[in-house]
């Protein structure tokens, strides 16, 4: 998913390398990262907090992505790429 959101956003235009870019990368990485900190803890329960936070992150991402679609960023054929 990291890699498919980078490639996508590499199509994005320049001026929105501060805003949209970011904020979807960001909320890329940060998925599978909570993930793999969830269940490298040595607490109980952190998983679900982590795994929690990681589902923000992806609704956070799913946001992104459907807004970017609706004001002409990106298109279906964008993402088949």
Partial sequence: MNERCYFLTK???KDELCAMVQQIRRS???I???IAEG???RYKGEDVRFLNIAQGSVNELEN???LSEHVGLCT???NDS
Avoid: D
């Fill in 39 to 41: 269940y490298g803890g």
């Fill in 11 to 13: 199509l994005f235009p």
């Fill in 76 to 78: 279906e054929k964008n």
């Fill in 28 to 30: 890329a990485v940060s």
């Fill in 64 to 66: 992104h992505l459907i």
């Fill in 32 to 34: 599978p990262a909570n």
